[in-house]
């Protein structure tokens, strides 16, 4: 007896709800040649579940719903019903090319006829625990630690030798290098770096300083650079001011041109001297003016030194514009009150004043014990006033103080 297009899905919830029938006894029902699925239907209703099986059962359903739509089905017309069976139910021969078996696969052209899979589709728990997903990325952070390995930006700063710790102390610059792109944003202001004289090694050490070149226009760089150039620096000394002042670039070109005519007309400078203070000392440039100005009062109005000697002594020593007005005046007033050395003497050795007091005031007190303590280079056993506070121990005891340094260590010990 045929199915009508109305008994096919009650036809497959009978085949659902058998279990009577193994794998291998369809396969040998399959195998014998000359039946029919629907003889095998009417004989014997033992089916099995299984998928290839219901695939093949759909295609069958979904044809016979074909041909109802299209025909006229009349349950008086015995044609109509031979034709509907041998269209719904092929025959044995004709299905054996068409229906997978148990143990073989669909072939590729089958595949292409499956649809996408939903992401709305239902799986299996066992296959939810395969599952593999990437953390999270957290909303916010304290630290950039979190955001290392989703950032490719920022394993490659890693890479540089950048010191991510100390950038994310600052919120907003932690933020700016998330939402940059390695290769858009960072890698050009890499090569200009480069090629302005930054070597890889020092390239993290720079950008752990000045990751706000990052938001810097690149022609604006380069145009700051062009400016410098245009003053007479050379390729190498703007290398080098950039190295010891990496904040250097960040300032406009108005800025860096009022800094020089700054000291070239604060301290009556020439071209020459004033831009050579600026490569010894690039920081001038960059940092605030107060101490500066404050420093020169001091030096003209507290210690006592001449104009043309503060220009002496600022270009032997350029670090004396920026340094403590407190250890300036301790310094002066221990070196020239108690030690008796004069004005014109410190003005050869201004480096007295970048050296730690203490230092100063032992080694004077040992060569006083010693009654070695003569600072007058007009007299005999003349100890200059540079060596005095740049040589290393050993050398004072030796040449100096003519003692070892047990003596001098003894000695210190009763201060």
Known sequence: ???????????????????????????????????????GLSAQPQMSSDNCFLQWGFKTYRTSSKWNNSSQFTKSSGQEI?????????????????????????????????????????????????????????????????????????????????????????PAAANLLLRLDFEKDINQVLLFLKDLGIEDSQLGAFLTKNYAIFSEDLENLKTRVAYLQSKSFSKADIAQMVRKAPFLLNFSVERLDNRLGFFQKELELSVKKARDLVVRLPRLLTGS????????????????????????????????????????????????????????IIVRFPQV????????????????????AQYDPAKANYISLDKLVSVPDEIFCEDLAKASVQDFEKFLKTL
């Open 353 to 372: 004043f970048n050296a730690r007091l203490f230092k100063v005031q032992e080694r004077h007190s040992f060569l006083a014990y010693l009654g070695r």
């Open 82 to 170: 031979n034709s509907a069976q041998s269209t719904m139910l092929p025959s044995m021969n004709e299905q054996s090319q068409e229906i997978p078996t148990f143990d073989s696969e669909l072939s590729l052209e089958g595949l292409d006829d499956v649809p996408p899979l939903s992401p709305l589709q239902p799986i299996s728990e066992q296959e939810a625990v395969r599952i593999i997903a990437d953390p999270p990325l957290p909303p916010d952070s304290f630290t950039l630690r979190d955001y290392v390995d989703h950032s490719e930006t920022l394993q490659k700063l890693v890479l540089l030798g950048v010191d991510l710790s100390k950038i994310e102390k600052h």
């Open 1 to 39: 007896m045929a199915l009508t297009a109305q008994q096919i899905p009650r036809w497959f919830n009978s085949i659902k709800r058998s279990s009577l029938i193994t794998a291998a006894q369809l396969r040998n029902h399959f195998q014998r040649p000359g039946q029919t699925w629907l003889h």
């Open 289 to 344: 003016l107060e101490p500066v100005k404050e420093n020169m009062k001091v030096y003209r109005l507290e210690l006592g030194f001449k104009h043309n000697e503060i220009q002496h002594m600022i270009t032997k020593t350029p670090k004396m514009l920026t340094a403590n007005k407190r250890k300036l005046t301790e310094t002066f007033d221990f070196v020239h009150n108690v030690m008796s050395i004069p004005h014109h």
